[in-house]
T-cell receptor, first 115, second 110 residues
């Protein structure tokens, strides 16, 4: 049983560089979510997709952030011109459908550190 | 807007002690309520859920009851084990988003 897979697990980069993370959801899941978790906080919603359509973006997602899910399978999250405040754990989750009764299945996350 | 407040940690207990982690929420309408757990070095896992008032979610000896009158969803376990050491997140789920509390770190001493 393959779960949600995220790559890389860790990313260290200098301020100002661009980074891209990948998420592979559970194969039959059409919903895919991105969250950000900073130290000592719970995850915060960033955006989500139904198949290839990006349905909602949080105010947290500045114009330096872009997410795609081109074929409705894997997704990428890119951060341009990284800043110190971008240091966080980026979590991806998927679910078989929408609605408040559907639990989301989380990956292990990508930890981003900005030097 | 919607929010979740849970007791701050860390919480340190001896093995076989009784556990309560308090969680209250603010929301319009009728969200579903969840507890997620994050073991060291691992991702978030769903622990239990309740989808309507008076529902009780349970799993691995943990229980939580959806109390609409007190807007609470407290997590309880009668006898904790060292393996329960983790961070626990209370969350409400509505409109395809999950709103998490800040998490409560639990340490269980042998």
């Amino acid at each position: 049983d393959t779960g949600v897979s995220q790559d890389p697990r860790h990313k260290i980069t200098k301020r100002g560089q661009n980074v891209t993370f990948r998420c592979d959801p559970i194969s039959e899941h059409n919903r895919l979510y991105w969250y950000r978790q900073t130290l000592g906080q719970g995850p915060e919603f960033l955006t989500y997709f139904q198949n290839e359509a990006q349905l909602e973006k949080s105010r947290l997602l500045s114009d330096r952030f872009s997410a795609e899910r081109p074929k409705g399978s894997f997704s990428t999250l890119e951060i341009q011109r990284t800043e110190q405040g971008d240091s966080a754990m980026y979590l991806c989750a998927s679910s078989p459908g929408g609605g408040s009764n559907q639990p989301q299945h989380f990956g292990d996350g990508t930890r981003l550190s900005i030097l | 807007g919607d929010s979740v407040t849970q007791m701050e940690g860390p919480v340190t207990l001896s093995e076989e002690a009784f556990l309560t982690i308090n969680c209250t929420y603010t929301a319009t309408g009728y969200p579903s309520l969840f507890w997620y757990v994050q073991y060291p070095g691992e991702g978030l896992q769903l622990l239990l859920k309740a989808t309507k008032a008076d529902d009780k979610g349970s799993n691995k000896g943990f229980e939580a009851t959806y109390r609409k009158e007190t807007t609470s969803f407290h997590l309880e376990k009668g006898s904790v084990q060292v393996s329960d050491s983790a961070v626990y997140f209370c969350a409400l789920h509505r409109d395809d988003k999950i709103i998490f509390g800040k998490g409560t770190r639990l340490h269980i001493l042998p």
